[in-house]
């Protein structure tokens, strides 16, 4: 299973970005997710989906500014974030897991992307 993150660049305080995630090989239903670590910080949970959709779990700093998504079609899942501030800067990862979920806890994922950076300036 290979995933492929992409999407990250330079915003603004306030700007927008679509983070994508193309799952590719091994076909399963899954449970996906998106982390961030920012320099100097451990790696953290962003966003979860459950692997039919129907149920997706937030970080507070993210409650209410992203959304995650799914288009099964394109095995591609999505993190659209708005109102990005300056503290969301980090490299964005997603990761897969061979469950129903949401998945919160790091170690219950079994695949891992890249990341991809986000910057947001002030």
């Known amino acids: 299973v290979q995933l492929q993150a992409s999407g990250g660049g330079l915003v603004q305080a306030g700007g927008s970005l679509r983070l994508s995630c193309v799952v590719s090989?091994?076909?399963?239903?899954?449970?996906a997710g998106w982390y961030r670590q920012a320099p100097g910080k451990e790696r953290e949970f962003v966003a979860a989906?459950?692997?039919?959709?129907?149920?997706?779990a937030y970080a507070d700093s993210a409650k209410g500014r992203f959304t995650i998504s799914r288009d099964s079609t394109k095995n591609t899942v999505y993190l659209q974030m708005n109102s990005l501030k300056p503290e969301d800067t980090a490299v964005y990862y997603c990761?897969?897991?061979?469950?129903?979920?949401?998945?919160?806890?790091?170690?219950?994922?079994?695949?891992w992307g890249q990341g991809t950076l986000v910057t947001v300036s002030s």
């Open positions: 990761a897969v897991a061979e469950e129903r979920g949401p998945v919160t806890r790091q170690k219950r994922y079994d695949y």
């Open positions: 090989g091994r076909t399963f239903s899954y449970a």
């Open positions: 989906i459950s692997w039919n959709d129907d149920s997706t």
